[in-house]
């Protein structure tokens, strides 16, 4: 079963890296304070951004700000698993992301995207955004004007901004030593310490070290001497740093755990994090590839930071406590780094071991009633008291979670007031014709949920679902105004709602044209058909939360995916923004 092969995926790949290869570095505790923040370009995240990025005036990448800066930081029973695997599931090829393929960036200005790229905030507000974003910016594809170096570069730093690691590791992995830049090293320092993979810090050390002052490539270049086995060099090189005074000595003790376990020196000092005040992307590197457990706090700390998509690294991490690989789940399902299938394995792996009775209280329980109970209602059952235990705050999470479980249930009208639920998870995990499959069951009720199940279907379903004014009216009452003007912005967006009652309907809700640099380059990228550049454009309109997305931002960015060729993607976003928004 798809979901027993995560789960043991999830187990396989933490005994993959449980070695000495994990690590990222920045500032000390308290008692020490660094002397700057290792790597290069970790800081708190900018406040969000309401309106879209700016765009470069001329397509000049060097205008931009360095995007690596501010915001970019950045025996249990199985569960059965669907018979098809979700549109959201991550992608890790290059050549094929998710069907945008090499020309992507077909026919766009290199330097234009790029200065895109440099100007974008992590997270943004949308997981399907995210979702489409990494797999245009998987492309192989480089646009006209891009220096290959610098489209890596560019690339690989927003993907590590946005907590996909693995994927920058995709595209940095391959490049030849040759083709290194100061700004490639910065990046590859960065991603291979939020990959936990010292390793690979090895073949670009001694260029760091001299491109950069940062004490990171000192430390790299111990731990490197001891990985290759030359414990002089490592001794040599730990005991300068220690003379010099140039790293906190918390940071010292875990690039010497590094050597110890490295050069097979037998038990390696136990660490005490009882000082730590801090966490550094260096700390969690480097405790990771030691196979050391950090504390749930820190690793709170360090995700608020970097806007949560630290949370992505944690996915890769072995050695980790429960409860931090549960939140960790949790949030990069809602960013959108982690799938439902990589959720549900996860929920999955972290019930191995346990005996009956306590599996039925664990997550994983009521997660195998929704997926394996001998009844319809229990399955239902099942699925309701994860999302309503899962309160508003967590809801979005939860409809995650149980989107593959609901696609296998039969559409029955004895569960009409489940209905809504049902169909938003199922939106959420990009299931849509399963999902309209249940119009039928909610389209005569005149009830909250079947209105909101109406909604939902109007903007998420390939066509068949009534809209009319009468309906927008009805619903309306029962959501926020905003909510409310998302749903016109998307309708109109989808080319669903025309004529002179949706435009009376649109000037009372206060909804106008927009029309500035960003709404002309988006319209003009989705009627180009360049969808990796509508993919960049629509994530600088959503760097905010969902409750201060303008409307208006919706609307250009749904219609461009439209007019682009992607009107799956258009839906799953404009689902994503009713239920959300």
Same mark, same amino acid.
């Given at each position: 079963?798809?979901?027993?092969?995560?789960?043991?995926?999830?187990?396989?790949?933490?005994?993959?890296?449980?070695?000495?290869?994990?690590?990222?570095?920045?500032?000390?505790?308290?008692?020490?304070?660094?002397?700057?923040?290792?790597?290069?370009?970790?800081?708190?995240?900018?406040?969000?951004?309401?309106?879209?990025?700016?765009?470069?005036?001329?397509?000049?990448?060097?205008?931009?700000?360095?995007?690596?800066?501010?915001?970019?930081?950045?025996?249990?029973?199985?569960?059965?698993?669907?018979?098809?695997?979700?549109?959201?599931?991550?992608?890790?090829?290059?050549?094929?992301?998710?069907?945008?393929?090499?020309?992507?960036?077909?026919?766009?200005?290199?330097?234009?995207?790029?200065?895109?790229?440099?100007?974008?905030?992590?997270?943004?507000?949308?997981?399907?955004?995210?979702?489409?974003?990494?797999?245009?910016?998987?492309?192989?594809?480089?646009?006209?004007?891009?220096?290959?170096?610098?489209?890596?570069?560019?690339?690989?730093?927003?993907?590590?901004?946005?907590?996909?690691?693995?994927?920058?590791?995709?595209?940095?992995?391959?490049?030849?030593?040759?083709?290194?830049?100061?700004?490639?090293?910065?990046?590859?320092?960065?991603?291979?310490?939020?990959?936990?993979?010292?390793?690979?810090?090895?073949?670009?050390?001694?260029?760091?070290?001299?491109?950069?002052?940062?004490?990171?490539?000192?430390?790299?270049?111990?731990?490197?001497?001891? +990985?290759?086995?030359?414990?002089? =060099?490592?001794?040599?090189?730990?005991? &300068?740093?220690?003379?010099?005074?140039?790293?906190?000595?918390?940071?010292?003790?875990?690039?010497?755990? +590094?050597?110890?376990?490295?050069?097979?020196?037998?038990?390696?000092?136990?660490?005490?994090?009882?000082?730590?005040?801090?966490?550094?992307?260096?700390?969690?590197?480097?405790?990771?590839?030691?196979?050391?457990?950090?504390?749930?706090?820190?690793?709170?700390?360090?995700?608020?930071?970097?806007?949560?998509?630290?949370?992505?690294?944690?996915?890769?991490?072995?050695?980790?406590?429960?409860?931090?690989?549960?939140?960790?789940?949790?949030?990069?399902?809602?960013?959108?780094?982690?799938?439902?299938?990589?959720?549900?394995?996860? +929920?999955?792996?972290?019930?191995?071991?346990?005996?009956?009775?306590?599996?039925?209280?664990?997550?994983?329980?009521?997660?195998?009633?929704?997926?394996?109970?001998?009844?319809?209602?229990?399955?239902?059952?099942?699925?309701?008291? /994860?999302?309503?235990?899962?309160?508003?705050?967590?809801?979005?999470?939860?409809? /995650?979670?149980?989107?593959?479980?609901?696609?296998?249930?039969?559409?029955?009208?004895?569960?009409?007031? @489940?209905?809504?639920?049902?169909?938003?998870?199922?939106?959420?995990?990009?299931?849509?014709?399963?999902?309209?499959?249940?119009?039928?069951?909610?389209?005569?009720?005149?009830?909250?949920?079947?209105?909101?199940?109406?909604?939902?279907?109007?903007?998420?379903?390939?066509?068949?679902?009534?809209?009319?004014?009468?309906?927008?009216?009805?619903?309306?009452?029962?959501?926020?105004?905003?909510?409310?003007?998302?749903?016109?912005?998307?309708? @109109?967006?989808?080319?669903?709602?025309?004529?002179?009652?949706?435009? &009376?309907?649109?000037?009372?809700?206060?909804?106008?044209?927009?029309?500035?640099?960003?709404? &002309?380059?988006?319209?003009?990228?989705?009627?180009?058909?360049?969808?990796?550049?509508?993919?960049?454009?629509?994530?600088?309109?959503?760097?905010?939360?969902?409750?201060?997305?303008?409307?208006?931002?919706?609307?250009?960015?749904?219609?461009?995916?439209?007019?682009? =060729?992607?009107?799956?993607?258009?839906?799953?976003?404009?689902?994503?923004?009713?239920?959300?928004?």
């Amino acid at each position: 079963m798809a979901a027993k092969r995560l789960a043991l995926a999830l187990l396989a790949a933490t005994a993959l890296i449980a070695g000495p290869s994990g690590s990222q570095v920045t500032d000390a505790p308290a008692t020490a304070p660094p002397k700057s923040l290792l790597p290069e370009g970790f800081a708190a995240p900018a406040a969000p951004v309401v309106e879209a990025a700016p765009l470069p005036v001329a397509p000049q990448a060097a205008d931009a700000p360095d995007a690596s800066r501010g915001g970019m930081v950045p025996g249990a029973t199985p569960l059965p698993a669907p018979s098809a695997s979700p549109p959201d599931r991550v992608v890790q090829t290059i050549r094929d992301p998710g069907g945008f393929g090499d020309a992507a960036f077909a026919g766009s200005d290199g330097r234009f995207v790029a200065g895109l790229l440099r100007r974008l905030t992590a997270p943004g507000a949308s997981r399907w955004s995210h979702i489409i974003l990494r797999r245009a910016l998987l492309t192989a594809g480089p646009p006209v004007g891009a220096a290959a170096s610098e489209w890596v570069a560019e690339r690989a730093r927003v993907l590590f901004a946005i907590g996909e690691v693995d994927a920058a590791k995709a595209l940095l992995d391959p490049l030849p030593p040759d083709q290194m830049t100061p700004q490639l090293i910065r990046i590859i320092g960065q991603v291979t310490l939020a990959a936990g993979d010292i390793p690979g810090l090895c073949p670009v050390a001694d260029a760091g070290g001299a491109v950069s002052p940062d004490p990171l490539w000192r430390l790299a270049t111990a731990m490197c001497a001891a +990985i290759g086995g030359d414990d002089v =060099g490592a001794a040599s090189a730990f005991d &300068r740093l220690h003379h010099d005074r140039v790293v906190d000595g918390f940071d010292l003790q875990l690039g010497e755990r +590094i050597a110890a376990i490295s050069l097979a020196r037998g038990r390696a000092a136990n660490l005490d994090w009882s000082s730590v005040r801090t966490m550094t992307p260096y700390r969690f590197g480097v405790a990771v590839a030691a196979d050391v457990a950090i504390p749930l706090p820190l690793l709170t700390e360090l995700a608020a930071k970097t806007g949560g998509t630290s949370w992505g690294w944690m996915l890769r991490a072995p050695g980790q406590l429960p409860a931090a690989r549960a939140a960790a789940l949790e949030a990069a399902a809602v960013l959108g780094i982690a799938s439902a299938d990589d959720f549900v394995g996860g +929920i999955a792996a972290a019930s191995a071991g346990l005996d009956r009775s306590a599996l039925a209280a664990a997550p994983a329980g009521r997660l195998r009633d929704a997926y394996a109970a001998p009844t319809t209602a229990a399955r239902v059952a099942a699925l309701r008291s /994860i999302v309503t235990d899962a309160g508003d705050g967590g809801r979005y999470a939860a409809l /995650i979670e149980t989107g593959l479980a609901a696609v296998r249930l039969p559409v029955d009208r004895a569960f009409a007031t @489940d209905a809504v639920d049902l169909i938003a998870a199922m939106l959420a995990v990009g299931v849509e014709d399963r999902a309209a499959r249940w119009w039928p069951v909610v389209a005569t009720g005149d009830d909250a949920p079947s209105r909101a199940a109406w909604a939902l279907l109007a903007v998420g379903a390939n066509g068949g679902i009534p809209v009319s004014p009468t309906q927008f009216a009805a619903w309306a009452k029962d959501v926020s105004p905003h909510r409310a003007a998302l749903f016109l912005a998307a309708l @109109d967006g989808l080319g669903s709602a025309r004529g002179a009652a949706w435009d &009376r309907i649109r000037a009372d809700a206060g909804l106008v044209p927009m029309a500035n640099s960003w709404t &002309r380059a988006i319209d003009a990228a989705g009627a180009a058909k360049r969808p990796g550049e509508v993919a960049v454009l629509a994530a600088t309109g959503l760097q905010t939360n969902w409750r201060s997305v303008p409307p208006a931002h919706l609307r250009h960015i749904v219609a461009a995916w439209v007019a682009a =060729g992607h009107g799956h993607e258009a839906r799953m976003l404009a689902a994503e923004a009713v239920t959300r928004g």
